[in-house]
């Protein structure tokens, strides 16, 4: 692993540090989202199926203070939202029906050596881990990776996925500009193979722009790069043929695919121009393959329906980055109000899909 680029962005949301104090959804405080009277009491959130929140970030306090401690991170430089507990988590999820969270683990920093981003990795899952066992059944993990560092994902697969119990691994949409689907990644997919292992995708700022500044002054990042970048890494997978080529491997696309539902007839008429060429077969197979979760919120779902089977879209919220009102007052009844969905598919969304994908989930 590099010092300069590849250490420069990470994430898991993939917030650098020196991005500006806003949660990603763009709104202000968040101290007390986990109080929000508006939010739906328990009755409420129970009169709906239980839900399984699949996008749910969480920033270990004991990498915080590790971070601060060998000045890696400068604590507030960090999105006021990484800072909320567990016990906020709990009462957002209570408040919005969710009974189960798998973590999104975030550990911004620029860091030294591969040896330092071990560290980091390994006390990132040690709080997860701990997470998990003190609130049995609420939460469950995914395993953070470094793709431009191979030796370290190697070891961290070997350790989340292997030891620890992680239902997965999250991942960036690029990495220095090596997008998902580059053969650089080939030989961590290939234990990833062997792992049957889920991988969760998350976008971060485009690359090449200058750290923590917007693309576009006046529009943050989040709006419009963030979707890009994950539909950049989902057309590269198809370019590369990533599901064929590690087909035990699940991946997961957040926010809905990105722009890729939209731009599917696009795809299929023209990808003949990328290279490799995609030809229009792989383009609909891969959109039928890949899962989506409702991170957003999300557009409306008829044109994500007409090329993606509605098993394959998985419950997401994008808390604490999406603030509590977003996700209640917004997100989830649109969702619910969506005529594309029939009660059936949203309660497959909203639990049964999560399930099917980890069956692990189950027993938390």
């Not at 949660?23 to 405080?29: C, D, E, I, L, P």
């Not at 779902?301 to 509605?310: F, G, N, R």
Request: aromatic share 8%.
């Amino acid at each position: 692993m590099t010092d300069s680029a590849s250490t420069t962005r990470l994430g898991l949301l993939g917030m650098q540090t020196d991005e500006p104090l806003t949660s990603a959804a763009g709104t202000g405080a968040v101290s007390g989202l986990a109080q929000d009277p508006s939010l739906p009491g328990p009755a409420e959130a129970h009169a709906t199926p239980s839900k399984i929140d699949m996008h749910h970030h969480f920033c270990a306090p004991e990498w915080r203070e590790w971070a601060a401690r060998h000045g890696l991170v400068k604590p507030e430089k960090l999105p006021p939202w990484s800072r909320l507990d567990v016990e906020a988590s709990i009462g957002f999820m209570d408040r919005s029906g969710i009974t189960t969270a798998v973590l999104k683990p975030m550990l911004p920093a620029r860091y030294r050596s591969s040896a330092q981003l071990r560290e980091a990795i390994n006390i990132t899952l040690q709080s997860m881990l701990e997470v998990a066992s003190s609130h049995p059944g609420r939460f469950s993990f995914y395993v953070p990776l470094f793709l431009d560092d191979p030796d370290a994902s190697s070891w961290a697969v070997r350790r989340g996925l292997g030891q620890l119990g992680a239902v997965g691994v999250n991942v960036t949409a690029n990495y220095g500009g090596v997008y998902l689907g580059d053969p650089a990644y080939d030989r961590v997919f290939h234990e990833l193979n062997d792992h049957c292992a889920v991988v969760d995708t998350h976008p971060h700022n485009l690359p090449d722009g200058a750290p923590g500044a917007m693309s576009v002054p006046g529009i943050p990042n989040f709006m419009c790069d963030f979707l890009l970048d994950t539909t950049r890494a989902a057309v590269n997978m198809m370019a590369h043929r990533t599901l064929d080529r590690f087909p035990d491997v699940s991946v997961i696309l957040p926010h809905a695919g990105g722009f890729v539902p939209y731009i599917a007839g696009r795809l299929e008429a023209l990808g003949r121009f990328c290279d490799p060429a995609l030809e229009p077969a792989a383009v609909r197979d891969h959109l039928r393959r890949f899962y989506y979760d409702t991170a957003g919120p999300m557009a409306g779902a008829a044109t994500l329906l007409d090329h993606v089977p509605a098993d394959h879209i998985l419950f997401g919220t994008d808390w604490p980055a999406a603030p509590a009102d977003t996700v209640t007052g917004l997100a989830i009844p649109a969702l619910e109000a969506d005529p594309a969905f029939t009660s059936e598919q949203l309660r497959g969304i909203y639990h049964d899909n999560a399930l099917r994908l980890i069956p692990q989930l189950a027993s938390v």
